[in-house]
């Protein structure tokens, strides 16, 4: 039977079906049933990402399934050269919801890093994954996005106002403390 039919079937069900006022009271409302949701074809989404992103990876970056599970995953980015980062192997664990790709995936960094547009939990604060998210947008869209971050932080749309305000009045020292952070808590020998 089609879903859309079966929904229908349900409704009809649920609406024919009347308990007896004491037992009504008893249980409370009777909750609506939720539509069905083809959450397999949003599964073989993430999945065709996932061996698009194997076959063809992005240049500094790498992707991984934990444990067998197809909506988490944790990806490695290399700090991308010329930039405090250089060097760095930073750390996300990526969440895919039941929503994806309607909302975007939760993307934080497990790695320590000295950014303005990371807090110090690891989110990112980066419109490709807000405001600007779109059902078409791609994960390897969000791996670009974030390694463009690094390379070109954006201190007006920041978490943090002291690290923003360093970027603004002394770049310099903000990338002395970004080398620093990266060398400390993003060096391969570091990471667990």
């Known amino acids: 039977m089609p879903p859309r039919e079966k929904v229908r079937e349900i409704d009809c069900a649920v609406s024919e079906f009347e308990l007896e006022p004491e037992l009504e009271a008893d249980l409370g409302p009777i909750p609506v049933p939720r539509p069905i949701i ?6 073989r989404r993430i999945i065709r990402e996932f061996i698009a992103i194997t076959r063809n990876p992005l240049v500094g970056c790498h992707a991984d ?3 067998g599970d197809i909506r988490h995953w944790v990806a490695t980015i290399l700090g991308p050269s010329d930039t405090p980062y250089a060097g760095g192997q930073f750390h996300l664990d990526i969440r895919f919801s039941e929503e994806y790709p309607f909302l975007p995936p ?13 807090d110090e939990f690891g989110s990112i604060t980066l419109e490709i994954l807000g405001e600007h998210w779109s059902p078409v947008t791609r994960i390897e869209h969000v791996f670009v996005a974030i390694q463009l971050l690094l390379e070109n932080p954006k201190p007006y749309r920041s978490f943090d106002s002291i690290i923003s305000t360093m970027l603004i009045i002394n770049p310099e020292e ?3 403390l ?6 400390l808590y993003a060096q391969p020998a570091n990471i667990i």
């Open 38 to 43: 083809d959450i397999a074809k949003y599964t």
């Open 65 to 67: 399934i934990v444990r």
């Open 106 to 118: 939760r993307v934080i960094f497990t790695t320590k890093i000295y950014h303005c547009n990371v």
């Open 174 to 176: 903000h990338d002395r």
């Open 178 to 183: 970004a080398r620093e952070w990266t060398a």
